[in-house]
């Protein structure tokens, strides 16, 4: 099954679900996780793209958990066409399971959970609020009541198998529309206290729209559209060079010195190599913009 999003409507209020398994392994393999960062990846990553659904055309958010545990970073770059990227600091961090699951939550720590909204127009947006659990869908859904006066209820799964593959993965957010009638929140309440886990449905074949007829059993689904989702990063060799040059002309100088670098993306882990004449034109670059500055 391709990674996929739909969205519907089902008595005033807004559910968005997405089957994201291909793209959550495709992290786990460039990135090389142990299943706990791949869990916690995976439900960021899925969690950005739920969030992204909700922005209108070309925008883009990141989702970033700044925890103290021994994940380290967990970051997220989502945009509403359907394309996400990310990657976790301490990838290999390797934890035991708590109560049979992977320790996402111990593994994330306590810090902060930020939202960054790239609208084009203005300046990003960034809202923030302390993690509460470290298991991610909590803590966004915290975020979206505290910090953006939203009320929703997310869920995210990712199943890892002793391979290192991510298996299943997915999640859905719904959020209630101004108009909702207390009966139907009352009703939904109840539906989720029921519900199994998410990665569970995915893993039993369930794609989107299944996961939301799931969610509203018996209920009249007023079902939109459908997205695909997809890995993929924006990184290019070009602003690599960027990166160079803001090393200034020290750092420049040493890696000329070694006679060759090679940069590694840190969204994707793809690697760029430059050669000494590559750094040799960099470097001239970097002179004359000091230069200038003079
Ligand atoms: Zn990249």
């Keep these: ?27 786990a393999q460039r990135h090389q996780c142990y299943p706990t960062a791949t ?26 958990f700044a925890g103290d545990g021994p994940l380290g970073r967990v970051v997220a770059d989502a945009s509403s066409d359907g394309f996400v990227r990310g990657y976790v600091e301490q990838a290999q961090a390797d934890l035991p399971l708590h109560e049979g699951k992977l320790a996402v939550g111990a593994g994330v720590g306590q810090g902060l959970v930020s939202v960054t909204r790239f609208t084009g127009l203005k300046e990003p947006i960034t809202g ?42 997915g999640g859905f957010f719904i959020q209630p529309l101004p108009d909702v ?26 794609d989107a729209n299944g996961i ?13 559209e459908t997205v695909d989702l997809a890995f993929k990063c924006q990184c290019s060799k070009r602003r ?8 200034g002309e020290a ?11 090679e940069v590694t993306c840190q969204f994707c882990s ?14 001239q670059v970097s002179l004359k913009l000091s230069e200038k500055k003079e």
């Design 1 to 27: 099954m391709k990674d996929h999003l739909s969205k519907a409507i089902v008595d005033g209020i807004r559910v968005y679900a997405a089957v994201t398994t291909n793209l959550v392994d495709e992290a």
């Design 39 to 64: 869990a916690a990846l995976g439900r960021t990553m899925t969690g950005a793209l739920l969030l992204a659904a909700n922005l209108k055309n070309k925008e883009c958010l990141t989702v970033k």
């Design 128 to 169: 923030s609020c302390e993690i509460v659990t470290g298991e991610i869908a909590e803590d966004l859904t915290r975020y979206l009541y505290v910090s953006e006066q939203t009320p929703s209820s997310i869920g995210l799964g990712v199943l890892v198998d002793k391979e290192l593959k991510a298996t299943a993965a």
């Design 212 to 224: 939301i007829g799931e969610l509203f059993a018996g209920r009249d689904i007023n079902y939109l």
């Design 251 to 261: 750092d420049l100088r040493s890696l000329l010195d070694d006679g060759q670098a």
């Design 181 to 206: 009638a207390d009966s139907a929140l009352d009703q939904l309440e109840e539906n989720l206290k029921r519900i199994r886990p998410v990665s569970a449905m995915v893993k039993d074949g369930l």
């Design 270 to 283: 793809e690697k760029y190599c430059f050669s000494r004449e590559e750094l040799a034109a960099l470097l």
């Design 240 to 247: 690599l060079e960027e990166v160079l040059l803001s090393l």
